[in-house]
């Protein structure tokens, strides 16, 4: 049976204010977001200097292009959670997740998290996989193959469950949780364009053509993440690790069981393709989609960065007691 390890849990709630983007708790406390956490371990990103030689390669103002940047953001963010919902809505039906919470009756805004798990863990039923196809519509068999293995193994199956960490004001929501009582997994969906990348480095370009086209040649470099994790490189794989990697720390404080593993599920959204096999910039510089879509998936098995994420901790524990916290707060 699960069991909180801190008390604390049943009496602080985590609010999630979607227009703002901004976690807090019950207390008043600001939390930061797992995300936003681990950007700030990556060298900083110089976007005037970028939107300079870039306006001025493809023939147009900074403004121009900017908005152009923006558009594809937005995009990629509309595409991809298009995918996740449909995970998260077919989860929760195929487990009976939205019928198991009704009774919690929680303000808006307040999430049902990991530590809630003791609560409602016996109401969840085991997923229904057939149940669960149906509401995808049988394009990820990659995924069943996976959920029914775990299925076989006793583990329940939860979507975009939040977690947080009381003492270091640590926020987020995990994508996918097994749990059994004895042990868990995270597992996680991304939807980036190109995939992912454990090297730091870019692909070539093709300046022949205009606009330049990715080739499929990968250039290395050497790019390390900021202090304490200088020694590991800056891409989106060390990245997504992390993410994957505090979510199971977290998950292990408030619960007290270990990490069984974690993987990564990358949907492949089915781009158009340039000669090289990459996808396809247009002139108007967006990446398109084929018309009827076979979107792919590939799973990553990504490794529990444990010690990591204890130097991540101990920085943000230093971060927090350098903090002024409010007279009504936990501190």
């Not at 602080?12 to 797992?34: C, M, P, Q, V, W």
């Not at 299925?151 to 929501?173: A, C, P, Q």
Request: aromatic share 12%; net charge neutral; with cysteine.
């Amino acid at each position: 049976m699960l069991q909180l390890r801190d008390d604390r849990y049943n009496d602080i709630r985590l609010i999630f204010e979607e227009k703002a983007h901004k976690y807090y708790d019950t207390l008043g406390n600001d939390f930061i977001s797992t995300t936003t956490l681990l950007h700030k371990l990556q060298p900083k990103f110089d976007k005037d200097y970028w939107l300079k030689k870039k306006a001025k390669e493809y023939g147009m103002s900074t403004a121009r292009l900017e908005d152009k940047w923006n558009s594809i953001t937005k995009e990629a963010c509309d595409r991809g959670n298009v995918y996740h919902n449909s995970m998260e809505d077919g989860i929760r039906l195929a487990s009976q997740f939205k019928s198991a919470v009704k009774y919690m009756k929680l303000p808006n805004g307040q999430m049902i998290t990991v530590a809630d798990l003791p609560n409602i863990n016996m109401h969840i039923k085991e997923l229904n996989i057939a149940e669960f196809i149906d509401s995808t519509e049988n394009k990820f068999p990659e995924v069943y193959n996976i959920f029914q293995r775990y299925i076989n193994n006793g583990y329940k199956i939860y979507s975009e469950i939040g977690v947080f960490l009381i003492d270091y004001l640590i926020s987020g929501t995990i994508d996918v949780l097994l749990v059994r009582d004895d042990k868990f997994v995270i597992g996680d969906w991304k939807t980036n364009r190109g995939g992912l990348q454990f090297t730091s480095g870019y692909y070539k370009k093709d300046k022949s053509t205009k606009p330049a086209q990715e080739t499929n040649e990968w250039i290395e470099k050497d790019e390390r993440l900021l202090p304490p994790l200088a020694h590991l490189q800056n891409c989106n794989g060390n990245i997504y690790n992390l993410q994957l990697s505090m979510y199971a720390k977290m998950v292990e404080i408030i619960l007290g069981i270990p990490c069984a593993g974690m993987w990564l599920c990358h949907i492949d959204s089915d781009f158009i393709l340039n000669d090289y096999g990459r996808p396809k910039r247009f002139g108007d510089l967006t990446y398109k989609v084929r018309k009827n879509p076979n979107p792919t998936t590939k799973i990553h098995v990504m490794k529990y960065l444990s010690q990591d994420i204890d130097l991540i901790l101990k920085e943000r524990w230093l971060d927090v007691q350098a903090t002024k916290i409010s007279s009504n707060t936990l501190f």
